[in-house]
């Protein structure tokens, strides 16, 4: 026992003869105050250096050195990081940090809303008013949103299968607040009513959305379901009214007749030749449809380009197309002379 505290008092000396050696007369000119008694000084030289030599630590306050240049300071004893200066949120204990943010500039990848405070640049057009007046969604340049997906009110995109389903997808939650307003498909699911009889089957099964539209315009067949598909589309190997398929009933042979049918590559429809360039995508095997390539309105625009290879029927084909073992051209002309097996083009 009496070797501890005599270790103790060892060690009780040995501090406080280092702590002395940080002390000076506060008489010296060079001298820092640790208090307001003077009792006790250091050499002002070691203000501030990051290591506390006043027993109170008041050569390493807030009071004395401030703050970092990152930091904010609220007062004499508090700092914050300069982040959450002007951004919506009290964090000095007074609000200091939410004050005169009229003329406040902002820090670099921060930016300033209208109402003088300021946001991550990451927060602008994200659909959420970090703001607080909305000022980091106004303006905004918001992509279109796909044919599958549905658009909120703050123009925001969703799967549309979402829609209705008893979860707010949407940030302002308008996927769950118009359900009356929207159309149900057979399967359960939601669209949007502007899809309805709009000639594209948004309801995948059934293609309900597509057959009470009433009386088929111009260029449509009208399917027994009452759906309007495209008249070229009629009687070309492929079933486009859902279940019935009669578009395709009485339709003779199921085979293309060279010089009288078209066969689009990739999905095989067999279109009648005087849909072959009308402006129309009757393929539907492309967003354009390969009935469309290579129209020209002359065999002279044609043989502008040497390489190309003029069909009968009007297309301009690239020459490479000419003895591919695929028939491109309407009476398959590309491949005469060839001595090659024909096979339809996939182009």
């Known amino acids: 026992m009496e070797s501890f505290l005599l270790v103790f008092i060892i060690l009780i000396s040995a501090t406080a003869t280092i702590y002395a050696s940080f002390l000076i007369p506060c008489q010296t000119e060079n001298a820092f105050t640790c208090d307001e008694t003077s009792k006790e000084c250091i050499s002002a030289e070691q203000k501030c250096n990051g290591i506390s030599e006043c027993s109170n ?25 300069l982040v959450k200066r002007c951004d919506t949120v009290q964090d000095c204990d007074a609000g200091e940090d939410e004050v005169n943010c009229e003329s406040y500039v902002c820090p670099v990848h921060r930016t300033k809303c209208k109402n003088y405070l300021c946001v991550p640049s990451t927060a602008m057009c994200n659909f959420i008013d970090d703001c607080g007046d909305n000022s980091d969604e106004e303006n905004c340049k918001y992509r279109s949103c796909y ?22 997808d949407c940030v302002d939650g308008s996927d769950e607040t118009e359900c009356e307003s929207h159309f149900q498909c057979s399967n359960g699911l939601y669209i949007h009513k502007d899809k309805v009889c709009d000639f594209h089957r948004d ?11 009433g009386k088929c315009p111009e260029r449509k067949y009208q399917c027994q379901s009452g759906e309007c598909i495209d008249i070229s589309n009629q009687c070309d190997g492929i079933c486009d009214c859902a279940h019935t398929c009669d578009d395709e009933n009485n339709c003779g042979s199921m085979w293309c007749q060279a010089g009288e049918q078209f066969m689009c590559p990739k999905n095989y429809r067999c279109i009648k030749k005087e849909f072959l360039c009308d402006g129309f995508n009757d393929c539907k095997n492309t967003w354009r449809g390969t009935d469309e390539s290579f129209c020209v309105n002359s065999s002279k625009s044609c043989n502008i380009f040497k390489s190309n290879f003029m069909c009968q029927e ?34």
Not at 57 to 81: M, R
Not at 203 to 213: A, G, K, Q, R, S
Not at 329 to 342: A, V
Request: charged share 25%.
């Open 57 to 81: 630590g008041f050569d390493e306050s807030v009071k004395t050195c401030g703050c970092l240049p990152h930091e904010f300071q609220c007062n004499e004893t508090n700092c914050v990081d």
């Open 314 to 347: 009007g297309r301009c084909l690239p020459s490479l197309l000419q003895c591919n073992t695929f028939i491109d051209c309407l009476n398959g002309e590309d491949e005469s002379n060839c001595n090659l097996t024909l096979i339809p083009s996939k182009y």
């Open 147 to 168: 044919l599958a997906e549905f658009r909120c009110n703050n123009s925001e995109c969703i799967p549309e299968s979402l829609l209705c389903d008893g979860i707010q």
């Open 203 to 213: 309801c995948l099964i059934d293609h309900d959305d597509e057959t009470n539209c």
